[in-house]
């Protein structure tokens, strides 16, 4: 056989006369073209999965990921057990506020002011839990959110104000004001929010990664004083109350009373934002609502104690 006869095309290769680069067939061509487009679209992809990345790493900075994020999407407890022990205290606080204008003397009058104002509270509370769990804290929330848990913080001002019967000496007219002042500014930031944000009809939503809307901050500097408040009252409260020896035999309801009272708080004002800020991985800070309604049943049957006792 003679191998001057055999010919191998792929081995062909055309020169230009005029530039001697080499030239090119049509389908070479196509395919160095498609070549390079999937050299560019990977380039993109890659480009967007580090934007992604970036993305990601921002958002943990302030919208923890794990369990307390799955439970409490922008910190609001929308589990059932959450609305429902809302609804049990409000069931033991009109049960106790009915008999209350058989039963009580007229000096503790003022703790109806407490069992209906925190029946209020946690009416509005499990409203918002149960239908309207979406906090504007990403700016973008529902409306009822502020309509129902504003509600809710209306009722906890009048047991701050009114609920704790503090002695006239000065202390009971500063609660009063303080409590009044926090009322307004707290129904002018549910409007200033619902103005500001985007509004959504969704339970949760992944609209933003951060959790750091400046009208939403300002509502919560009204949560916090509406904390303070349940705080201070209840411990002034306690101090002149116990000393006093016409009410030394509820000595041991008061302290419960109270106690109960800062537990609670504390529980979903303080433990609660640790757990969910500094072990978001593990910890299930949406318990912490839990701890608050329980705490706040036990406040209420021992303030019931107080005035039949």
Known sequence: ????NYNDDSSEVEFDADTGEQVVAPESAAETKREEEDVESAAETKTEQEDVESA???SSIFLPKGIAQEKLPEMIDFSDRGWATDYAVIIVGVLFFIPSFSTYPEEYDHFRWLLMGTSVAHFGGGLAHKYFPNRASDGAGMVGFYVTMTLGYLGNCAVNGFGWGLPDNGWKTTMMVVSIVNAVYIVCMAVYVSM????VKDRVDEYSESI???PDK?????????FVGAM??????????NVDSAHRTNNVYMW???LSNIVGWCSVYVVGPFLYYLIPQTADPSFMQLVFHYSMMVMLWAVNMIATT
């Open 256 to 258: 419960i009373a109270v």
């Open 232 to 241: 201070v009252s209840s411990i002034v409260y306690l101090t002149y109350n």
């Open 212 to 214: 750091a809307f400046f």
């Open 196 to 199: 500001k944000m985007k509004r």
């Open 1 to 4: 056989m003679n191998d001057n």
């Open 56 to 58: 990601d790493n921002k």
């Open 218 to 226: 300002l509502y919560m500097v009204g949560e916090t004083g509406i």
